[in-house]
């Protein structure tokens, strides 16, 4: 029976510098030239073409530090345009799902599918995948295949580093000494799960490469570590130990916070930042259906400037879960008034939305202490149904809190002079094709 059993094949598919390649499928005219897509505000770079790399643009760089390069070497810095990223991830995610009825969409531009019994080569699968969605999308990708999720994301490494693989590399179906020559030389701080702070204290063992950690004993690993770099050391061995999850877990708190384009001091500035990123905040807690009686709110300003220093934060409380945002922004805004302090040059704010539960939970909390009816939120659900379907038709904020109305040059909103347009997403800004 077992010689009958497929191979277990685990793909790891990923968009190559994703934020810079989205910007290249709009603008055709970027290939082959550096790019780097800059943080909020046009901070630092987050983003970098192969083209940038070479130029010795380090992630993180801050754009004063590399700004030069614009004049000597034709850089191209483009302001984040999450918008855009967004959606064709989406795009991709629905491409690269077309292969397999199992897939794990794993982060922006990251998704695990399981190619177990798929007729065709790994290689044959892998290639394409990469072609349908660079012909479809605009994305180019990098796919590698293994046993087990760690050496997907291993083999998706290789397949990156080794232009000689042609962007596909298979590491399943292959005998153990085969896959440890396979993954011998693949430094152990670049394997997944380990990172830099992990990796000098299994260097301390002579775990030098990600086959030293496959071959180790897993026991060990476990008490001298944890049951993570365990799992780890079993995964690279090619026995499965990740679980799959097709369906992202609801998240336990909801932050949204941002730091400003400039300085800012009045209240009133700071009342339109938290009523919106409340705003956002309440909408997330909509799509996965979730209800709070609390919101933290906090205000700080910068570390970095020699101004007089302050930072502000409470927990606001409301007496019944809601998933409303005119209470949620309510509620934000008093937490506001008691943290605020006047002649302080305010940086940063935000909301995050704590103790989450479904409103099935927080009726049965409320029947268990209390001896009131549970209260009818049919209401409230479906007008709030009504505000997200009419936002998410028009435009973000075409309906919003009235606290949460600013000018477009509002000193709180984030600097983004570099944005291209949303191409995709807005009917306003859709690319022109044809005059």
Known sequence: MDAQRPVTRIALIDGNSFYCSCERAMRPAYEGRPLVVLSNNDGCAIARTQEAKDLGIKMGAPWFQIKHLADTHGL?????????????SSRMMNVIGQFSPLQEIYSIDESFL????VPGTGREIG??????????VGIPTCVGIGPTKTLAKLANHLAKKMPRLQGVCDLSGLATADLMRAIRHVPIDEVWGVGRKLAPKLQALNINTAADLAQADWRVMRDRFSIVVAKTARELFGESCLEWEEVPADKQQIMCS?????PVLDLQDLEQAISTFT???AEKLRAQEGVTASILVFIRTSYFRNDPQYSGGTVARLLTPTDSTASLVQAALQGLH????????YAKAGVCLLDLATQQQADAQRTLFSSGAVVDT????????VLDGINQRYGRSTISAA?????????WKMKQERMTPAYTTDWGQIIDVWK
């Open 76 to 88: 191209i810095a483009l302001s984040a345009n999450f918008s855009l990223y967004g959606d064709l």
């Open 338 to 345: 008691q943290i605020y302090r006047e002649g302080f040059k």
């Open 279 to 281: 705003s956002r905040a």
């Open 403 to 411: 606290s949460s109305f600013a000018p477009v040059d509002a000193v």
């Open 258 to 262: 941002r730091s400003f384009g400039k």
């Open 378 to 385: 049919s209401d409230r659900s479906a007008l709030m149904a």
């Open 127 to 136: 290639s394409e995948i990469r072609q349908r969605v660079r012909q479809w």
């Open 114 to 117: 399981d190619l177990t019994g």
